[in-house]
């Protein structure tokens, strides 16, 4: 069992800039990859940003050149450096760690983008 808490999230103005962090706990040893999904009122959940074990990282294309996932394995950590934020980014973001073929989630911070 892995067990997800996120932090960092708010309301920001178009253009701010927020950082949210993830701490994992539990069997965390057996993580290949953690990341961050969000999920916006109506929408279905869809990915933003992974990194893998070997620091293979993937984004959603409404995301890249804005926002920068980091990983700290010592520390169990993965960290989402959003910046340019827009209302369309507006959304509940959940931390996510892949165990095997499992997935495990945290419970969720709202990043709300509004002037």
């Known amino acids: 069992q892995v067990q997800l808490v996120e932090s960092g999230g708010g309301l920001v103005q178009p253009g701010g800039s927020l950082r949210l962090s993830c701490a994992a706990s539990?069997?965390?040893?057996?993580?290949?990859?953690m990341g961050w999904y969000r999920q916006a009122p109506g929408k279905q959940r869809e990915l933003v940003a992974t990194?893998?074990?070997?620091?293979?990282?993937n984004y959603a294309d409404s995301v890249k050149g804005r926002f920068t996932i980091s990983r700290d394995r010592a520390k169990n950590m993965v960290s989402l450096q959003m910046n340019s934020l827009k209302p369309e980014d507006t959304a509940v973001y959940y931390c996510?760690?892949?165990?095997?073929?499992?997935?495990?989630w945290g419970q969720g911070t709202q990043v709300t983008v509004s002037s």
């Open positions: 996510n760690a892949r165990v095997g073929l499992m997935y495990y």
């Open positions: 539990g069997s965390t040893f057996r993580i290949w990859a």
């Open positions: 990194c893998t074990t070997n620091s293979s990282t």
